[in-house]
């Protein structure tokens, strides 16, 4: 994508475009406010865009018909496509922008790292020596993707260099058979060994990672209204 980046009072303009069905619009739009609506559903529309016109073409000049923009957007309020545009198509970023996004990014996946995982012993392992391993690794942020998502493919990289593992606790857990149908499909990525019992009911180990146990037993006692027996193993 073309860069197409101004300076205004606002901060850098920048191009914002939704491509489909062979058709391009586009608006300009000051960088800093559109990411922040983008990410956080936040932010006065008619302080982002720099020109209350949709294009198809801003380096040309073409402005869009409002055919087209009836036939595309279901109206045609300059205001309302924008924000369209802005939530469900592509900015393009200034460089220096991109890189604060990376940077924040990638602290917090290390911060992610240092609090789920440990060394084969058990021990924490220090954020420095993780960023230093991802270094090494030639680890790449993507600023668009959530800390996790990346943390979890990095891991894996990681493990290459150095021993390193996600912190879990192991539970057993007894369902009773009202709930197994239910529930299965939850446990399943999460069981070490399984027991159906007489009564139909499901014994259960689990390794749950530390980061994920209070999500993990919100979802289980909304399911069972807390009928679930725990044990930490």
């Not at 008619?46 to 198809?56: A, C, G």
């Not at 087209?68 to 300059?78: C, Q």
């Not at 979890?152 to 990289?157: E, G």
Request: proline content about 3%; some cysteine.
């Amino acid at each position: 994508m073309e860069k197409h980046f101004l300076s205004g009072a606002k901060g850098e303009i920048v191009t914002a475009r939704i491509k489909s069905e062979g058709k391009t619009f586009e608006i300009m739009v000051h960088a800093d406010k559109a990411q922040q609506l983008k990410k956080t559903g936040k932010g006065n529309i008619m302080d982002i865009i720099e020109v209350p016109t949709i294009f198809t073409d801003i380096k040309k000049g073409f402005k869009a018909s409002n055919k087209d923009l009836e036939d595309f957007f279901g109206t045609i309020d300059v205001y309302e496509i924008a924000a369209k545009i802005i939530q469900s198509g592509e900015i393009q970023m200034p460089a220096s922008s991109k890189e604060r996004e990376r940077e924040i990014k990638k602290r917090q996946i290390i911060d992610w790292l240092a609090s789920s995982c440990s060394d084969a012993k058990g021990l924490p392992i220090p954020a420095d020596r993780i960023e230093s391993a991802m270094k090494e690794a030639g680890v790449k942020i993507d600023e668009f993707k959530s800390a996790e998502e990346q943390a979890m493919a990095i891991l894996k990289l990681l493990q290459k260099l150095m021993p390193i593992k996600i912190m879990t606790k192991r539970f057993e857990l007894r369902v009773p058979a009202a709930y197994t149908g239910k529930l299965y499909g939850f446990l399943k990525d999460f069981i070490l060994k399984e027991d159906w019992l007489s009564d139909g009911s499901l014994l259960v180990v689990a390794e749950i990672p530390l980061k994920r146990q209070l999500e993990f037993f919100d979802k289980l006692n909304s399911i069972t209204h807390g009928s679930v027996i725990t044990k930490e193993l």
